[in-house]
């Protein structure tokens, strides 16, 4: 039990390492801000939930602090990246878009036209 | 003729730091034997266990052996407190339209931040209350609660801390911290000296005084750096 | 077993570098501020596997503290950027 | 092997983020320059087996020293020479 | 109902429900912060938890209670599989993504209402869509979420919205809009 | 693995030293010249923090022992006294992250002050500082 337990968690761990270079590697390749914003957070969130998580089945009496910091990367790293896309779009990072479809604009406008008058 | 100067003598700087630590070898044992051994250290390691009952021992450093450092240490915060209070000062006319912010956040965000507020406080609560069982300590812990109300204050443009009520916890720490350190002068013993001796090692109540000395320091530093934090915010560039 | 965490220690050091890379050339600071982010992932990441290695449990108390206050630089960046401090 | 590694990278990360620090014209990148140290630093200490250092630095570096440094380079200017740049301002 | 303004923080009524609710979720945090059962442990926790609930109940909860009966609990786990499953899908997407030599994407940012009117549910859903494929919200204004997505197949709001997001909110309504 | 640990550590045991101490000391002497030859006050600030962490590392790495451990007692480690480092720096150190904040705090205050003051933050154009 506790070998298959290991076998699970060494894989896990590979898993996460994996994933954690392909976000930096994303982060590298995209062409713009919002793009990297994508790869990075996604490819790095599950990277580092899967290695925890891993280190976590290798000692099982570990797993319940393992788990609230699994519980806060989730939470938290979405939330950081959300703040950071918002802002750069307000001050003007125009994001890479083949076909122009961008419904942001306006909203964006129509808000601070609010907020100044 | 500066520029040449100056980076001759960082080469001189260097080449004698360099010299000075190619003589100490990396990773050597120069505590040797701890029973034995003449360093502080071996003093420190090989005493912790049986005189205060603490397992971390750069704690019983920290807080015990070094009592008097950790004394100085806060005063420095609260004057650097202080000290940033008077520069920064500003007349009471003057305090009618400060806004912490200029524009409010996103609705995501502040629930986010909401969520996460009284998880961060108590992640603080919990390394300065065990700051004798794992890495950690009063500095930490009163630093990662100051750290969450940075967050609620600059998410929140209604969120205000209390002052009365951080001038008082202020000095209630700082008076309780004081007075534990002269009722161990009274007792006989040195300043911040632990005089009991309560407890088994490596379950919560053990260590005798340097749990409490602890949550009184990680008290103190919270509500320093939050005021320094709330005064830092609050100025705002002339126009 | 070592070899598996040997790998995955020279993934993490690339990620580093790669992060690194993208820090220094990013045009904007937005896209430094999302290497920031994960430079500071991939450290928690890190030490949690390093308190692995080392075989001690309490180390896992910084990895901790990171995965709990590394989004908070972030954040502090990201308001700045928007001119809301 | 780990150790090695994981020592190498990091004092090149922390010599080139401590030069970038230095050398950058804008203060905000100077400033990340300084996260940037202050994150890898921290790993630094946890490998020497220093966690109760590691942890402070984690605490102090990441996010209260970003803030106090941002709030004076709002107060002054973002730029090291003071030249107004409108378009660096925006970036 | 649709552009309800949030209520000030410091305003916000602190109710019986909302004290267990966040004592309750502190407490468990705790547990996980120390994993160890011993009395001397538990009592702190439970003093600290109440400390701390008494002071943030009313930021903390949203709706008290009633989040944590018994068939909402099935739900979050229903739930937490779904997330599970677009997760996964995600990052293999990601690395499809990445790895591949000429880079296959098609960005833009769309938008699409959303019927929740919860905040807490909506954190759930915006933190959802960014973590699953090629999503990433960008704002939540009212009740429209603009997200950008990496591969655009449709501007309309409506097909927007049942590729992104009915999945999460099909079950985030049974738990939070009941 | 900690075998092949010490293996290493002995086979390598010159690049390590070079790692650590060079870090520290390339650190100090980035900050110093940061501080010498910058002109502007933030920057300065910049290069004394840089300079701050150089030294933290120069002390943490001089209590390194190989093969060492956290001087923690912690359960499992109750009797490994004899394979701890040294407590005494990382207790320095940890004050001295410290007071290093507060420094940096009180400095940069001083700096808005001046900034207000003579509208520049410029050490070569705040005039009045020459006498």
């Known amino acids: 039990m506790m070998e298959i337990l290991e076998y699970i968690g060494m894989a896990l761990i590979l898993i996460g390492g994996i994933f954690l270079f392909l976000g930096a590697l994303g982060l590298v390749r995209m062409p713009d801000l919002y793009t990297r914003l994508q790869a990075g957070t996604k490819a790095s969130t599950l990277g580092a939930m899967s290695t925890v998580l891993g280190v976590g089945l290798l000692h099982p009496d570990w797993i319940l602090k393992i788990l609230i910091i699994v519980i806060f990367i989730g939470v938290a790293n979405p939330l950081s990246s959300h703040a950071l896309a918002r802002a750069s ?15 942001y604009k306006k909203a964006v406008k129509k808000q601070i036209k609010n907020l100044t008058s | 003729m ?85 520069i920064l000062y500003r007349r009471k006319e003057e305090e009618e339209d400060v806004e912490r912010l200029n524009l409010p956040s996103s609705r995501i965000m502040r629930t986010g931040v909401r969520v996460l507020f009284p998880s961060i406080v108590l992640l603080g609560i919990y390394v300065f209350i065990h700051g004798h069982l794992t890495p950690g300590g009063g500095f930490q812990g009163g630093t990662i609660v100051a750290t969450g109300f940075l967050l609620m204050l600059i998410s929140y443009k209604g969120f205000n801390t209390n002052h009365n009520r951080m001038v008082w916890i202020e000095s209630l720490a700082g008076l309780s911290f004081v007075g534990i350190g002269i009722w161990g002068l009274l007792s006989g013993n040195t300043f911040l000296e632990n005089s009991t001796n309560v407890g088994v090692l490596n379950s919560l109540i053990s260590g005798g005084l340097i749990p409490i000395i602890y949550i009184v320091v990680g008290f103190k530093v919270a509500v320093e750096l939050t005021g320094i934090l709330d005064i830092l915010l609050k100025i705002k560039p002339k126009k | 077993m070592t070899i598996i965490l040997t790998i995955v220690f020279t993934l993490m050091a690339i990620g580093l570098i790669l992060s690194m890379f993208r820090f220094v050339k990013g045009p904007r600071s937005g896209d430094r501020a999302m290497a920031l982010d994960t430079f500071s992932i991939i450290i928690t990441a890190a030490m949690v596997l390093l308190a692995h290695v080392f075989e001690r449990y309490i180390y896992v108390d910084v990895a901790l503290i990171y995965a709990v206050l590394g989004f908070v630089g972030v954040i502090v960046i990201a308001r700045y950027i928007e001119g809301a401090l | 092997m780990i150790f ?70 709002r107060n002054t200017t973002r730029d090291e020479d003071e030249i107004i740049d409108k378009e660096n301002e925006k970036l | 109902m649709t552009n309800k303004k949030s209520i000030p923080l410091l ?52 709706c008290g209670m009633r989040v944590l009966m018994p068939h909402k609990i099935i739900y979050f786990i229903q739930y937490f599989f779904v997330f599970i499953m677009a997760l996964i899908k995600a990052n293999f997407d990601v690395a499809r993504r990445v790895i591949s030599p000429d880079l296959p994407i098609n960005p833009g940012i769309v938008k699409f209402k959303t019927k929740l009117t919860n905040s807490f549910a909506r954190l759930v859903l915006a933190n959802s869509i960014t973590l699953t494929p090629g999503t990433l919200t960008i704002d939540a204004i009212g009740n429209t979420f603009y997200v950008h997505w990496i591969d655009v197949t449709s501007e309309e709001p409506e097909v927007a919205y049942k590729e992104i997001a009915e999945s999460f909110e099909k079950i985030l309504m049974k738990i939070y809009e009941d | 693995m900690q075998e092949e640990f010490n293996e290493i550590f002995i086979k390598y045991h010159e690049i390590i030293t070079i790692g650590v101490y060079g870090t520290a000391i390339g650190l100090i002497l ?32 001089i209590g390194y022992i190989q093969n060492g451990t956290a001087p923690i007692f912690s359960p499992g480690y109750e009797n490994a006294g004899e394979r701890m480092v040294d407590p005494v720096p990382q207790a320095l150190v940890l004050t001295a992250i410290i007071i290093g904040f507060a420094i940096t705090a009180v400095a940069l205050s001083l700096i808005i002050r001046l900034y207000k003051h003579h509208h520049t933050a410029k050490i070569d154009q705040i005039k009045s500082l020459k006498w």
């Open chain 1, 89 to 103: 779009y307000r001050k003007g990072v125009i994001p890479f878009s083949k076909n122009n479809i961008d419904k």
């Open chain 2, 2 to 86: 500066k520029n040449v100067f100056i980076i001759i003598l960082l080469v001189v700087i260097g080449y004698f730091l360099a010299n000075t630590f190619a003589d100490i070898p990396f990773g050597e044992n120069r505590i040797g034997d701890i029973e034995s051994s003449e360093t502080v250290a071996g003093y420190y390691l090989s005493n912790t266990v049986e005189k205060s009952k603490v397992a971390n021992v750069i704690t019983a450093i920290v807080v015990n052996y070094r009592g008097l450092d950790t004394l100085g240490e806060v005063t420095v915060l609260f004057l650097a407190s202080t000290g940033l209070a008077s």
């Open chain 4, 4 to 73: 090695i590694i994981l020592l190498i990278i990091m004092a090149v990360l922390l010599l080139a983020a401590a030069v970038y620090s230095i050398v950058h014209r804008d203060l905000l990148f100077a400033v990340m320059g300084t996260g940037i140290v202050s994150v890898v630093l921290s790993l630094f200490f946890y490998l020497l087996q220093a966690p109760d250092v590691a942890l402070t630095e984690a605490a102090i570096g990441i996010a209260l020293t970003t803030i106090i440094f941002i709030i004076t380079i």
């Open chain 5, 11 to 62: 305003k916000r009524k602190s109710s019986p429900g909302k004290f267990i609710y966040t004592f309750l979720i502190m407490f468990i945090i705790w547990l996980g912060f120390t994993t160890s059962f011993e009395p001397a442990e538990l009592i702190t926790g439970v003093f600290v938890s109440l400390i701390i609930a008494l002071f943030t109940d009313r930021i903390f909860s949203c």
């Open chain 6, 30 to 61: 980035i900050g110093l010249y940061a501080v010498l030859m910058k002109k502007n006050l933030v920057k300065i600030v910049i290069g004394l923090s840089i300079m701050d962490a150089g030294i933290h590392l120069l002390f943490v790495g």
